[in-house]
């Protein structure tokens, strides 16, 4: 519910607020008073896009608030999902800058356009007359439909259904491709596979190729070397075994004259143990060492297999090889497999796909069901509005496609006059007709959906009378469960409001500028007789204004 409107530096409004009420308010005018400009700034704080041109003052920011009560509008998600504190009286401030820019806030939170808009349209429905061309629309004429037929639970979870079938028959598109253009590649990926995995490449085995190899390819310096140092270490004359051994004889026959000797000592027979060990190591070596040719060209094929394999991938190494080899094995196998995958994703894609042709069909049945109520309950309202001889027929078809409310295609037909026959309703029906089919809906829907707050922008359009009467009726009716705001020219409608609010120009200074206030009991008297008879209200006008506000 809006409870309040504050207005600063807007068009020719300098600084308004006004407090709003529940139920029935009505807002009344001369002509060029500023009824529009109040629309324009509250269209500005719901998210409308605006400029600098909009500022009274070129100088200084528009300043715009709007005060919702929402606690009973179960938008607490809403405001989670948007990172947005929740209030009971939730405030909503737009600001636009001189230079034209503009800033937006929910409960002083930054926040976007769009974040705006979306919020908005659950708060407040802001009904002008070209507005009754959403009756044309088929989304609108479901949505009044399902209200009657109480489809609102079944249509989400239609629509989450909707959703994964969606996404299932994507998957499905895209296997079904996918699986076209590897077959294609598959006899020459499948002979790269087999190719890597009969060479059976191990991961370090190139470089222990290499460096056998290496040993191998230079032997002969090898032994050479390994004779020489044999015979440094080992000849019984001056190899360093015997120089050792005599080293060590000596300081073992001053190692208990002192610690600083017996350690010299110890060191030394360490060093010769260490060098007996690492002799014996060398003759055994020189002893294994032979050249195997045989080996030697076992091993120079299988690097160059390595090397050959690793220029054909474009690789360096052989862990690249062994990437490249399971790559290729899961690229196959997703060709020896695909069959089996796209035959699980159809039974997936039809599981869902029969979940939500169930729910769509009981969408069906429900819509159909509720339609010969909704037209009894439009024809009786409109029979009231003079419309009494209107008919209405909605050709509800069920389908093999999916639409994003059901599975249902629909056709609103009307006759305005006996004897005239069924046509869209575009084409038969006025606009002061609109208008009052509009009026009937809006009625209807307010039974049965938690409506946010509506504001009729002059729907009275192209009526009068005892017609207008009806309407403030409807209207008054449709307040009992939901906030109605009011633009009238119409006193029968002004004075069936609870609350009733002015609006005016004034010359302040010889500055015009636009205020809103709130009638008395008197001033609506006033306000009425001259909606009446005009300006010179007479005893007659004001006695009328007085009857029409019992």
Do not use: W
Not at 115 to 131: E, M, R, W
Not at 133 to 162: C, H, M, P, T
Not at 222 to 241: M, P, S
Not at 394 to 423: C, M, P, R, W
């Amino acid at each position: 519910m809006l409870t309040k409107l504050s207005i600063k530096n807007y068009a020719l409004i300098e600084s308004l607020s006004v407090n709003f009420k529940d139920e029935l308010s009505i807002i009344t005018g001369e002509t060029g008073a500023g009824k529009s400009i109040l629309l324009g700034a509250l269209g500005l704080v719901l998210g409308k896009r605006a400029d600098s041109t909009t500022l009274k003052d070129s100088n200084r920011k528009c300043v715009i608030e709007a005060h919702f009560f929402i606690l009973n509008y179960g938008l607490e998600s809403f405001f989670e999902e948007n990172d947005i504190d929740f209030e009971e009286e939730t405030i909503i401030r737009r600001e636009i800058l001189p230079s034209g820019k503009s800033r937006a806030f929910i409960n002083d939170t930054p926040t976007t356009l769009q974040v705006l808009q979306t919020l908005s349209k659950k708060l407040i429905d802001v009904h002008s007359q070209h507005q009754t061309l959403q009756l044309s629309a088929v989304g609108f004429q479901f949505k009044i439909i399902d209200a009657l037929a109480n489809n609102s639970a079944k249509i989400e979870s239609y629509k989450r259904g909707l959703t994964v079938y969606n996404k299932l028959v994507n998957e499905l598109n895209e296997l079904k491709k996918s699986q076209k253009l590897v077959k294609e590649e598959y006899e020459y990926n499948l002979h790269l596979l087999e190719e890597l995995e009969e060479s059976n490449f191990q991961k370090n085995e190139q470089q222990i190729i290499e460096q056998s190899l290496d040993k191998l390819n230079n032997i002969e310096e090898i032994k050479l070397n390994l004779l020489e140092a044999q015979e440094i270490a080992l000849n019984d004359e001056v190899g360093l075994k015997t120089l050792l051994a005599s080293v060590v004889h000596k300081l073992s026959a001053i190692a208990s004259f002192s610690e600083e000797y017996k350690e010299l000592y110890n060191r030394i027979v360490s060093i010769e143990i260490e060098f007996k060990d690492i002799a014996n190591e060398v003759e055994n070596a020189n002893e294994k060492l032979e050249f195997d040719a045989s080996e030697l060209e076992k091993l120079n094929d299988r690097l160059q297999l390595i090397h050959t394999l690793q220029k054909k991938h474009a690789v360096n190494s052989i862990t690249e090889l062994l990437a490249i080899q399971e790559e290729l094995s899961v690229k196959v196998d997703a060709v020896e497999n695909s069959s089996a995958i796209i035959s699980k994703k159809e039974a997936e894609v039809k599981s869902v796909s029969d979940k939500i042709d169930t729910l769509a069909i009981s969408i069906f049945k429900q819509r159909k069901k509720a339609i010969p109520l909704l037209i009894k309950k439009l024809e009786n309202l409109l029979a009231n509005l003079g419309m009494e001889n209107t008919r209405f027929k909605f050709n509800l078809t069920h389908t093999n496609q999916y639409f994003g409310n059901g599975k249902d295609e629909l056709q609103l037909l009307i006759s305005a006059n006996k004897g005239v026959n069924f046509g869209e309703l575009k084409k038969i029906a006025s606009g002061g007709e609109l208008s009052r089919i509009m009026l009937s809906v809006k009625a209807i829907l307010s039974e049965y959906l938690k409506l946010p707050t509506i504001i009729f922008d002059e729907i009275d359009a192209g009526v009068s009378g005892d017609i207008s009467q009806k309407m403030a009726e409807i209207m008054q009716q449709m307040s009992n469960n939901m906030q109605v705001i009011t633009i009238t020219h119409l006193p029968q409608i002004a004075a069936k409001g609870k609350h009733h609010y002015k609006v005016y120009k004034q010359d302040i200074s010889n500055n015009i500028v636009t205020k809103l206030t709130k009638l008395t009991a008197e001033e609506r008297v006033n306000e009425i007789a001259e909606m009446l008879g005009g300006k010179n209200t007479t005893t007659t006008a004001i006695n009328h204004a007085k009857q029409l506000l019992r």
